[in-house]
């Protein structure tokens, strides 16, 4: 399986950005979903995940209220991202399959895509 992430950029606090992760294979439909992002020099931070029918999501507390996840085909999950703050900066990756123990491990995926760069300016 391999996932495509795009939709990073450059913004101003208070902006919205939209992140899109594309799957190369309608298998992914039976996999949780998730986004882990890494700030330069830290190590990877979990964000949010989703389930396989998409009806139970999981966000960070330092999210929570400002991005949602969604997946709005067998092989798209997306990332809507509000009121960001300088903080939310970094590579936002995007993850398949939990593989066991908790999904808000940020380890816990089997398969990852290359990540996407979010900048926020204060």
């Known amino acids: 399986v391999q996932l495509q992430a795009s939709g990073g950029g450059l913004v101003r606090a ?3 950005l939209t992140l899109s992760c594309a799957a190369s294979l309608r298998a992914i439909a039976a996999y949780t979903m998730a986004w882990v992002r890494q700030a330069p020099g830290k190590g990877r ?3 949010a995940y989703i389930n396989q029918s ?4 999981f966000y960070s507390d330092s999210v929570k209220g ?5 997946r709005d085909s067998a092989r798209r999950t997306t990332l809507r ?9 970094g590579v936002y ?4 399959q939990c ?5 808000s491990n940020p380890n816990a995926y089997g398969y990852w895509g290359q990540g996407t760069l979010v900048t926020v300016s204060s």
């Open 45 to 47: 931070e979990f964000v």
């Open 99 to 103: 593989v066991g123990g908790s999904c």
């Open 66 to 70: 400002r991005f949602t996840i969604s």
């Open 54 to 57: 998409g009806d139970r999501v």
């Open 14 to 16: 208070g902006d919205s």
């Open 81 to 89: 991202m509000t009121d960001l703050e300088p903080g939310d900066s």
């Open 93 to 96: 990756l995007c993850a398949a």
